[in-house]
């Protein structure tokens, strides 16, 4: 989903960088990480030549709004993030805010089961889960959330594994 995107990219919750080399060579990524300890581990792994500039905030701080300008970011990336950020709905109107017209959001988040039984479980579990994994929440149906968001699925596909994960690329719509 990564390999060769080039141009302004914005990763979202880049964690300890591993997606850093897919990009393109001409790719200018923005990577915003709240957690300062997994930036460390990112600035570390991004390799001499890449160019990455650091961000330790979170999507909804304000601030980002001063430093990434409306309309001038070909790609948003967010992998198994939107589960954590504790406002989703804000952080899709800040990938709208500043993707370009024809710019793209790259998406991977697990999302809530699409089995009744499933669901029970993954309700019952979340409270727990989201207090010892780090504000992850099972239950989101962030499927729906990005559709509502105005977003239009370019190509995606649902994934069924223990969780079932939405993987896509979608567009403005």
């Known amino acids: 989903m990564l390999t060769g995107l080039n141009g302004e990219i914005i990763e979202v919750g880049a964690g300890t960088g591993v997606n850093f080399k897919f990009y393109g060579e001409q790719a200018q990524v923005t990577a915003i990480e709240p957690s300062l ?3 460390k581990k ?21 601030e980002l709004n001063q430093l ?3 309309n001038s970011i070909d790609y948003v990336v967010s992998m198994l993030v939107l589960c954590t950020i504790p406002d989703p709905e804000k952080a899709l109107a800040q990938f709208k805010r500043w993707l370009k ?3 793209k959001l790259i998406i ?4 809530h089961s699409a089995h009744s039984r499933n669901k029970k479980i993954q309700n019952f579990v979340n409270p727990a889960w989201r207090a010892f994994a780090d504000g992850c929440n099972l239950n989101r149906n962030t499927d729906q959330l990005i559709l509502e ?3 239009k699925p370019e190509k995606h596909e649902y994934i069924k594994r223990s969780l079932r994960f939405v ?6 719509g």
């Open 167 to 172: 993987k896509g690329v979608y567009k403005l």
């Open 37 to 39: 300890p997994m930036l």
């Open 42 to 62: 990112a600035q570390k792994k991004a390799s001499e030549d890449a160019n990455i500039n650091f961000l330790n905030y979170g999507v909804c701080d304000p």
């Open 149 to 151: 968001a105005g977003f």
């Open 101 to 103: 017209p024809e710019g």
């Open 108 to 111: 991977l988040e697990h999302i």
């Open 68 to 70: 990434i300008k409306e």
